[in-house]
C-alpha cells in the first residue's frame, strides 16, 4: 500500500504539471492569474507545469524502487505540506474573499500529506518488524 499511495502522488504531480504545460492560460485562469504574453505563459508553464513534471518523475522512480520508497514518500510529504502551510498561510492572512480552487487544492495536497504519512508510518512499522 505506500507503494501505491506513492504512485499516486507522482500521478498527481505528473497529471497538474501536464495541464499547467499543457494549457497554461486556462491553468492560470481557475487562480485569477492573467498570462497576457507569450513571455508570461512560457515561464507560468516552465514554472509551475516543470517542476511539477519532474518532481512526479521523481517520485515515479522512487516507487519502482524499494530502497528508494521512504525518500519518495518523505519528498512528498514535504512538497505537500509547503503548498498546503502556505495556502493556509495565505488564508489566514487574506484581506478578502478567495476563488473555490484555493480550497478544493487545499483539500487535494491535506489529503495527499495525510495519505502519505500514513504510508510512511506503515513503511517504518513493516521495517521495524523485520529487524
Do not use: K
Given at each position: ?31 485569477d492569474i492573467v498570462l497576457p ?36 514518500l518523505w519528498a512528498a510529504v ?54
Open positions: 500500500m505506500p507503494r501505491v499511495a506513492l504512485w499516486l502522488s507522482a500521478a498527481g504531480f505528473i497529471g497538474f504539471g501536464l495541464a499547467f504545460a499543457l494549457w497554461p492560460v486556462p491553468m492560470a485562469s481557475i487562480t504574453t507569450s513571455t508570461a505563459r512560457i515561464d507560468y508553464g516552465a514554472t509551475y507545469g516543470g517542476f511539477q513534471l519532474g518532481f512526479g518523475v521523481f517520485l515515479a522512480s522512487c516507487a519502482r524502487r524499494a530502497g528508494r520508497l521512504e525518500v519518495g514535504a512538497a505537500l505540506t509547503g503548498f498546503a502551510g502556505l495556502r493556509l498561510l495565505g488564508l489566514a492572512l487574506s484581506p478578502g474573499p478567495v476563488a473555490h480552487a484555493i480550497y478544493v487544492g487545499l483539500a487535494l495536497e491535506l489529503t495527499g500529506v495525510l495519505l502519505n504519512v500514513w504510508a510512511l508510518r506503515r513503511v517504518r512499522q513493516s521495517r521495524g518488524s523485520a529487524a
